[in-house]
């Protein structure tokens, strides 16, 4: 198995930033992919941001330029750098693993972008 524990969301005006930490652990040598997700309420979940295993990083549209996705293997941790944030960033925003036959999910954290 394996345990995803998300931290540093909070309030913040537009144009503020945030920085999102998934911190791992258990079977993390298993790991293919970590990304980042979010649910705004009445939408469904989207992928924000994504690193693969070999540090390939992809993004959502609405995100690209403002937000960067990390890891420190060191400290089995992915972050999710936040800029110029924007009302509509506002949701839950999980952490996922995936490795291949299953995936793990954290908590969420909330993030609100109101002025």
């Known amino acids: 198995q394996v345990q995803l524990v998300e931290s540093g969301g909070g309030l913040v005006q537009p144009g503020g930033s945030l920085r999102l930490s998934c911190a791992a652990s258990?079977?993390?040598?298993?790991?293919?992919?970590i990304g980042w997700y979010r649910q705004a309420p009445g939408k469904q979940r989207e992928l924000v941001a994504g690193i693969s295993r070999g540090g390939s990083t992809n993004y959502a549209d609405s995100v690209k330029g403002r937000f960067t996705i990390s890891r420190d293997n060191a400290k089995n941790t992915v972050y999710l750098q936040m800029n110029s944030l924007k009302p509509e960033d506002t949701a839950v925003y999980y952490c996922?693993?995936?490795?291949?036959?299953?995936?793990?999910w954290g908590q969420g954290t909330q993030v609100t972008v109101s002025p």
């Open positions: 996922n693993a995936d490795v291949g036959v299953m995936s793990y």
């Open positions: 258990g079977i993390i040598f298993k790991i293919n992919f």
